[in-house]
């Protein structure tokens, strides 16, 4: 009787899979076959999930931790401070429906570029404006729009533009604003 690896990679590729998602280690991957990513900052990741989850080719948004010097985070550990990390929204996205430069417009119609302290209510270095490109062709673009705002503002912007080292998914609660919802609570 021959033994095959077929059954035991069949069974172990899935746990594999699964083990590295869970520890957020897949999160640097390449995006599926025809699809790219990228990963914004822009202040709480509630905020800056809907504008990019509404475009048409944007199959995924996903909050999470990017930025950081602490293997994957957790919300407390990021909102307490010294992690290093920005709340950051994953954007994956289709390009032969939606380009890389929409997805720069509406960042750029989301955030306060001049604040890099926060954005809006919400203050301190989690809450930083970054662009966190996967490419090359993406650093160019969103340094040319990062000009391109500056002269219509005639001011400079207030934003970093750095390569994505890893990105840490937020816990599932922090989900498309799955959050236990209050009258104190803004976002969502």
Known sequence: MKHSLERPMAIALPLVAAFLAASGLTT???????????????????????PFEVLDGVPSVTSGYAGGHVEDPTYKQVSAGGTG???VVQVLYDPRKV????????YWRNVDPLDGQGQFCD??????PAIFYRTDAQRELAERSRKKVEEILGE???????????????????QHGRVPRSPLHHYG
């Open 28 to 50: 640097a991957a390449e995006p599926e076959v025809g699809l790219e990513s990228v990963v914004f900052a822009g202040g709480c990741f509630w905020c800056m999930e809907k």
């Open 85 to 87: 990390h920005a709340e």
């Open 99 to 106: 380009s890389f430069e929409e997805l720069l417009y509406v």
């Open 123 to 128: 203050r301190g270095p989690s809450y930083r």
């Open 156 to 174: 400079s912007v207030e934003l970093q533009i750095e390569p994505l080292e890893a990105f840490y998914p937020a816990e599932d609660y922090h």
